[in-house]
Structure formats: C-alpha cells, structure tokens
C-alpha cells in the first residue's frame, strides 16, 4: 500500500520481527521490554550525542511529516509539522491568537520566558515590520514567511526541550522558539493542522543550530520519510550512514535569517534521457508535501509522462481536485505497486559535482488517490507563486535518509527502509514515555 497510517506502520514492523526501532511502537502494541542492541557497524565507540525523533503522517492523504516534541518543564507534548525549507520553530501560542488552529489546552502558554530585544538570538531572525524592537527591554516579535506565501507572527519565547539523547543520557535544554499569536495561511496548504512548524534550517535561530552552540550535538539533521507513513528525523550524526550516502555540495546563501537548502542547478533526466529542463534552482523541503517545479520543467514533466504512456490501456481522470494530471485503468488501482511498471524514472543531476543524481523512481512522483486513479504529484510552481524556485518535497525523499550536514556544508541522500534505524549503538529504552523527573543534566544558557 502507497499510503497507510503511521499506527500501521510500527505495527508492521513489530510483525517482521526487526530489531527495536521506536519505543512508542512498541509500548503501544503492549510489548515487553526488549533488550537487544543495535551494533554500530563501524565500531566505532565514540559516545554519540544526537538526538532522534519519531516521525508521523504521510504524503496523502495527510499532507505532512510531524514529530511531537517534549516542550517545558514539566513537559507538554506539541505536533510540529518537519520543515527543512525554514528555520525558526514555533507553537500556537496560548494568547489572544488569530489563526490558531488547536484548542486552547493544546496552546503553549508563556510564563514569564518572552526573549527580549536584547537578546543575541533576537538580532537573528526576521522581525514583523509592525513592531522593530525599539527598546531593548521590549518583547522580541518574529516573522516567518514560508514559500506557499503563509505567515505566521508571534514573539519569542525561551523553554526547555527534554530530549533523549543516543548516548543514553536525558538533557534539559533551554532553547528559544516562537510563540505563534497570528497565522495567515492560505492556499492550497492551509489552515496548519499540526500545533506549529519545526524549523531545520540552518539559520542561527534554529533549534538544531542552539543545540549545536550548547555543545550538545554535532550541526546535522537528517531525516528518513517512510513511503508506508512515519519514519524518523535526527539532529547530530549519529544515524549517518558511513557509507552509500551521495553527496552534494550546499549553495551557501548570505542571509542569516533566511537559509535554504539547495544544491545548485540541476538537470532533469527522463529515462535516463536529458530533458529540455535545465538549469534548475531546486530546494529541499521537508515541509512541501508534494514537488514543485517552474512551469517550463512542470510542462515537460507532463508531457514527457502523457507521451510515454500513448497506447496504453490508462486513460486521463479528472476526479482528483488536488492533483490536475491523473490517469485512470479498466479497475481502479489500489496501490502504486499495480500501475507503477507503466512509468519510467526521473532523475536529477547536480552541476556542482559530476554524477550525482537524485533518482525520482516512479514512487516519487506519482500518488494512487482515494479514487483509484494515479496522479503526478509534481505541481506546477509558477501557480502557487513560487517563481524560479524548484521545490523537492516529502513525496520525492520518501524512502531515503536525507542529510543536511551544516558543518561540512553538504546535503546527502542513500536509499534506505526509513521503517527501521540504523546505526544506533543503543536501543531506546521507554525513556520516551517515562515522567521526565530523574537524571537530568540540566544546562545552563550559553
Ligand atoms: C552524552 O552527550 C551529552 C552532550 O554531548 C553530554 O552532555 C553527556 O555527558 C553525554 N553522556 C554520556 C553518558 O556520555
């Protein structure tokens, strides 16, 4: 099945007898505690320190990838939709709110933590050009403008983040984040569904970058998007694989408060053939559900698919409101793996260095909607105001361990089943689901 819950996911896995992945799965499916370990297969003994997350949702239906993320002490819990295309991290905000989306016991209410407008961190993000920070005693506003043209206001806060960490200790960072007061989304994407927006970009104001100058992890974060729904996210490089992973050089960009993940132009590839798409500046999102290009490349994609598909038994479809490009069989299909051999592979390949590809199998950029058609799920950027800007979302780094590594400067990809870790030297304890009341190392503010 192309889609399935992420529920289904965990239970899947306990059922094929892997090693212990997710403590929450298991605890759920009410299993004894397992102690086996995962080897590290480099032997390296190296005491990690990175920490990994379970991620949740899908591509379709949901239309993101979350973690829940332990916020305060004591702690509550919040479901932030995973964006590597921003960097601030922020919750609805438990205050006079426009576009909060959760009830008020799922807000996050500041106690007296507002950052200030003297704070360090303040001068690095994007401030609201209704309120500048005139005093330094004032509360610092953000701003964040994501790419679909949603906003979301607030003012920062300072808390702590309980985390687990591969090395087996628990820590109590104090990290600062937004407290969303006004979300304006609108579009196809909105209103967010999920409690706020984690950031994993490589901007100063990110958590990954705090956690980073705390000494805590290395600046690193990958994910791995589980095709079935779920999968993990990590910040250090612990879960690195040492080998298989293709890398490209990241274009380093000049703004501070605004850093995307690009690799530079890309070229693609249909069937191994170049295409007339050339040239393009393509991002990588976690936060886009599907991928995006500029109308010339989104119209060759097309036309490169439909011609392909000439005297076949598929035929166009039209039932799907979100999806312009469908096409229907004799019987409704169920899943990609019935209608999947009629469709040939993409491919990217990154100018800045010589073979590297990003293979887009057909499970990367095709979608078996609710109504049994297949339908490309490759949108044309230029209508939802992208401009120039290429985005590779979730549906094309499904199944792969994605790598944005901010200290080497480098993105990285390998296939991978993103249903199971690897390389942790550690099974994870129910940690997860113990009061966070023992054993912390709490640590003070850089
Ligand atoms: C684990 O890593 C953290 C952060 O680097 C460190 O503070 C802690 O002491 C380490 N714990 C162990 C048991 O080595």
Request: with cysteine.
């Amino acid at each position: 099945m192309g889609v399935k819950s992420n529920g289904i996911a965990c239970t899947v896995l306990f059922l094929l007898g892997q090693s212990p992945i997710f403590p929450l799965c298991f605890s759920a499916a009410n299993q004894p505690h397992n102690s086996r370990k995962l080897t590290h297969p480099t032997s390296d003994n190296r005491l990690g320190s990175s920490a990994v997350f379970q991620v949740q949702g899908n591509v379709y239906p949901l239309g993101h990838y979350t973690v829940s993320l332990n916020i305060g002490y004591p702690s509550k819990i919040f479901d932030l939709d995973i964006d590597s295309g921003s960097d601030l991290t922020w919750v609805q905000c438990d205050a006079p709110c426009q576009g909060c989306t959760k009830p008020r016991d799922q807000l996050y209410k500041p106690n007296n933590n507002v950052v200030q407008c003297s704070d360090q961190l303040c001068s690095r993000i994007h401030l609201p050009t209704s309120s500048q920070c005139s005093a330094p005693d004032e509360q610092c506003d953000y701003e964040v403008e994501y790419a679909d043209n949603g906003v979301s206001t607030g003012v920062l806060v300072r808390d702590f983040i309980p985390l687990q960490l591969t090395n087996g200790s628990v820590i109590l960072p104090r990290v600062v984040f937004g407290c969303g007061y006004d979300q304006k989304f609108s579009g196809p994407t909105s209103p967010p569904s999920t409690a706020g927006v984690l950031g994993l970009g490589s901007g100063k104001a990110s958590i990954l970058s705090q956690l980073h100058s705390l000494g805590l992890t290395r600046n690193v974060v990958g994910h791995c998007l589980s095709g079935q729904g779920g999968g993990y996210l990590f910040f250090g490089d612990d879960l690195v694989p040492s080998s298989g992973v293709i890398w490209t050089p990241m274009l380093s960009s000049s703004s501070d408060s605004e850093m995307r993940y690009s690799s530079g132009p890309a070229e693609l590839f249909f069937n191994g053939k170049p295409s007339n798409a050339k040239g393009l500046e393509v991002i990588f999102d976690s936060g886009s559900s599907y991928t995006y290009f500029n109308s010339k490349a989104y119209q060759a994609i097309v036309d490169l698919v439909t011609n392909d598909l000439k005297g076949t038994q598929l035929t166009r479809a039209t039932e799907d409101p979100s999806l312009p490009i469908c096409w229907k069989g004799a019987k409704p299909f169920k899943s990609l793996r019935d209608v999947k051999s009629y469709f040939k592979p993409f491919a990217l390949s990154f100018a800045k260095r010589k073979n590297v590809l990003l293979q887009l199998p057909p499970e990367a950029y095709l979608i078996v909607t609710k109504h049994g058609n297949v339908c490309i799920g490759i949108l044309n950027g230029d209508e939802v105001g992208l401009e120039d800007l290429n985005i590779i979302g979730d549906i094309s780094l499904q199944d792969k361990i994605v790598i944005y590594d901010n200290e080497k400067q480098q993105i990285g990809w390998v296939s991978s089943n993103c249903d199971r870790l690897p390389n942790v030297d550690r099974d994870f304890d129910d940690v997860f689901s113990l009061p966070y009341a023992a054993n912390f190392d709490v640590l003070a503010d850089s």
